[in-house]
């Protein structure tokens, strides 16, 4: 059965850090590019970053520098940290995977949220 577990969000500060995890079970893993998505209120679902099988990283042009993502392997886990938060990356985040090869299934955690307000 496969499983993507997101976990560590929750309300921050303006100016304020997160880490973000995705815990994931029922596939083989590092085979998988993993990518963070969000979604605010009443906003269409968009791409936050992604880290291929490989390692490779590419992120949404608005959010360079500030949020970070990475991948275990070993732990089966991809993290996003999120730095110098703001009132707009208030959200759910959700991890998705995707396996490299033509026609690869597609995965969804359930989401976490993400509030940032003082």
């Known amino acids: 059965q496969v499983q993507l577990v997101e976990s560590g969000g929750g309300l921050v500060q303006p100016g304020g850090s997160l880490r973000l995890s995705c815990a994931a079970s029922?596939?083989?893993?590092?085979?998988?590019?993993m990518s963070w998505y969000r979604q605010a209120p009443e906003k269409e679902r968009e791409l936050v970053a992604r880290?291929?099988?490989?390692?490779?990283?590419n992120y949404a042009d608005s959010l360079k520098g500030r949020f970070t993502i990475s991948r275990d392997n070993a732990r089966n886990t991809v993290y996003l940290q999120m730095n110098s938060l703001k009132p707009e990356d208030t959200a759910v985040y959700y991890c998705?995977?995707?396996?490299?090869?033509?026609?690869?299934?597609?995965?969804w955690g359930q989401g976490t949220q993400v509030t940032v307000s003082s």
């Open positions: 998705h995977a995707k396996g490299w090869w033509s026609n690869a299934p597609d995965y």
């Open positions: 880290i291929a099988t490989t390692g490779s990283t």
């Open positions: 029922g596939f083989t893993f590092s085979n998988y590019a």
